[in-house]
């Protein structure tokens, strides 16, 4: 019963980030909703039994609840996306359910990828999603703005001075390193010293 009502949900929520990008003033509260919760979810699993073996067990992820806040939920209600009304809800359960969870969602460290918003762009269209296609160099302008701001400059007002100890390691990824093996090696070498400096 529990997979039917869950492939229910995913099937008449089809494709929400397209949604949103079609009508982002409908859909961006529910996109930015759902997003959060599927990356608390996800942050909320305990270590994989492998990985509490290890000495030093580690865990990426993508992006985090904060990145859901301070870039892209704080860039829709900036180019007026979101309402007032909206980013005020947002931002008070987003807080609360961060304290209520604290002691399960522990971040050591960021690692931000930077790239310019015209390598970002071509890339995009290189990557060809269905979704995407419509997505114009302004907002990856915006959102490369949010991330410099947030993580390089630390010009984000935070709900969390916590956060602004938070090391940030910043690499440069202009470059295509994806047939560069030497490339590759250096870019991990950079996040496994960061990793293990934590």
């Known amino acids: 019963m529990r997979d039917k009502k869950m492939a229910y949900t995913a099937q008449n929520l089809g494709n929400l980030l397209d949604m949103m990008y079609q009508e982002p003033a409908r859909w961006s509260y529910t996109f930015q909703t759902c997003s959060f919760m599927s990356r608390l979810k996800v942050q909320l699993e305990p270590f994989p039994e492998k990985q509490l073996q290890s000495k030093k067990a580690v865990q990426v992820f993508e ?3 904060y990145s859901d806040r301070y870039i892209f939920a704080k860039n829709l209600f900036e180019n007026g996306s979101l309402s007032d009304i909206e980013w005020h809800i947002y931002q008070d359960w987003h807080s609360f359910l961060l304290q209520e969870f604290a002691s399960r969602v522990k971040l050591h ?5 930077q790239a310019t918003p015209q390598v970002c762009w071509k890339r995009l269209h290189h990557r060809a999603r269905e979704e995407e296609k419509g ?10 703005s949010q991330h410099e701001a947030w993580l390089v400059h630390k010009t984000t007002r935070l709900h969390f001075e916590a956060l602004l100890n938070i090391p940030v390691l910043v690499l440069d990824v202009n470059d295509d390193f994806s047939e560069e093996e030497t490339k590759q090696e250096e870019l991990l070498k950079k996040v496994n010293t960061f990793v293990n400096n934590l």
Do not use: N
């Open 109 to 113: 460290g960021f690692i931000y990828l």
């Open 135 to 144: 997505i114009e160099l302004a907002y990856l302008e915006q959102l490369h």
């Open 63 to 65: 992006r985090s609840v």
